[in-house]
């Protein structure tokens, strides 16, 4: 298994301002992702946290809007840049190990933009 | 396109009933198909998962039942308890890439 803090665990923040989630895991994994869940809805995959190498975006999700660091196998973050209240929602890191099929997931961030 | 359509969006039980949520996909190529359960303020936890060579995978009160042919699989929570109220969600997967079901809120009444 794998623990997954994740921080903030919420926010409310201004319009226009961005907002840098952090992501750290207690072992080292290959591959680390992050979705958004909206208010009753699934979770919908915004990229693929890559070490060493740009993130992999979903259709839908561009780097400028949410850029994506990822400096070792242990540590993320996701920045919600130049918010509005459309990215209130929860955004959640998730990892998965080499070999195992299961993703473990953060207790998620639920932002609020006002 | 929703990869992994979920049924029903929501559903009240009594205690000790039967819960049944239902999920259908349509990629052939899945191999790993995951149930998470999710508590208000909480990331989803994996709570059992089956993969396509058997039929049937049972996990104390919650069972998976998988139709390969009808690529259809549903989760059943026997003697349902309210601290079973959760939020749960389908996945199915190929190596790392997951695809969610939009979620089954359940309510498991006294």
């Known amino acids: 298994s794998a623990v997954i803090s994740q921080k903030p665990s919420r926010d409310i923040c201004q319009r226009g301002t961005s907002l840098t989630i952090q992501c750290q895991v207690d072992?080292?994994?290959?591959?680390m992702f992050w979705y958004r869940q909206q208010p009753g809805q699934s979770l919908t995959l915004i990229a693929t946290?890559?070490?060493?190498?740009?993130?992999?975006?979903e259709s839908g999700f561009v780097i400028d809007k949410f850029p994506i660091s990822r400096p070792n196998l242990t540590f993320s973050t996701l920045t919600v840049s130049n918010m509005s209240p459309e990215d209130s929602s929860i955004y959640l890191c998730?990892?998965?190990?080499?070999?195992?099929?299961?993703?473990?997931f953060g207790q998620g961030t639920r932002l609020t933009v006002v | 396109q929703q990869q992994v359509k979920q049924s029903p969006q929501s559903l009240i039980v009594q205690k000790g009933g039967i819960s049944i949520i239902n999920c259908a996909y349509e990629?052939?190529?899945?191999?790993?198909f995951p149930w998470y359960q999710q508590f208000p303020g909480k990331g989803p936890a994996l709570l059992i998962a089956?993969?396509?060579?058997?039929s049937e995978k049972k996990e104390g009160r919650f069972t998976i039942s998988f139709n390969k042919s009808a690529k259809q699989f549903s989760l059943h929570i026997m003697d349902s308890q309210p601290g079973d109220s959760a939020t749960y969600f389908c996945?199915?997967?190929?190596?790392?890439?997951?695809?969610f079901g939009t979620g089954t809120s359940l309510t498991v009444i006294p």
């Open positions: 998730s990892v998965a190990k080499q070999g195992n099929t299961e993703a473990f």
């Open positions: 072992s080292q994994v290959t591959m």
């Open positions: 946290a890559n070490q060493g190498s740009e993130a992999t975006y």
């Open positions: 990629n052939t190529a899945f191999d790993y």
């Open positions: 089956i993969r396509p060579d058997v």
């Open positions: 996945a199915a997967s190929r190596g790392n890439q997951f695809y």
